[in-house]
């Protein structure tokens, strides 16, 4: 059963804080997910990996990159308003009974401000060192999601699947929001559209202009039709890349790099398309920089687009 969530109108703005970039002081990144609320940012977000493999080991070598849902509690033990979000969860490396306890004490914790943010991974050398089946890892996601339901809305949940049983037990804390801390499902593809339109509450891509945004989203309003869901059932929250540059300069191909008229066009014809949030990172290590980037944005585009 999809239960119908109640979103919020006009655009919200989230961050990503730099846990994922070898900062060698957590408090520079808890810092930043401060300063996101004080300036007005909606929300805080988190990447998830769990071993330096790829472009992460490239990236980092064996500088840290924190966890996930460790570095997303303590921001809400020093947050008051800001949601706190998942950007994406990599679910196959995850056992799920687990999973919706720990998601379930931080929405109880946060009083309600979490959104989790799911996928199902692309990096199959970590996926393998973690003992997971990447061939396998859309079928384990998507009964993940539906044991995370299970145990979250039901008095005495019961669950039978290709990968966990479970019966007679209790679950308890259950999560603060109701019916559930709303599932964004990420990815580009058909298969993560159509597990969002059948699984999910909302859609979490990485941003593309808005041109290429409206095609992605037509065709996610067709899957959600095929699979009796109206497209206003689902929240899209687009995650993107931000940087505010003089008038002046060149635009990038990155939508949300340019300068305040540019990026204020994109945000407007994200918003026609029936975008709900725009979530930022800035990739780097420098966190000088980054809240620069994020005072520039709220100061010369956030209050220009309310």
Known sequence: MI???HWEKGMKFGFIVPHNYGLADPQDIV?????AESLGFNSVWVNHHVLHAGYVLERLGSKPYYDALTVLTYVAAVTKKVRLGTSVLVLPYLNPIVLAKSLATLDVMSDGRLEVGIGVGAMKHESDSLGSDFENRGLYADESIRIMRNLWTEEDPEFKGSFFNYSSVKFSPKPVQEPWPPILIGGQGNRAMRRAARLGDGWHPNGNSPDEMASRIEKLERISESEGRPLADLKISVRTELDVLPSDSERPENPTVGSKDQILSTIDAYG???VQEMVFSVSTDDTDRIKTVM????????THSK
């Open 3 to 5: 239960y119908r969530i």
């Open 272 to 274: 026609k398309l029936g």
């Open 31 to 35: 810092d930043v997910a401060i300063r």
């Open 295 to 302: 005072e520039n944005f709220a100061d010369k585009v956030m």
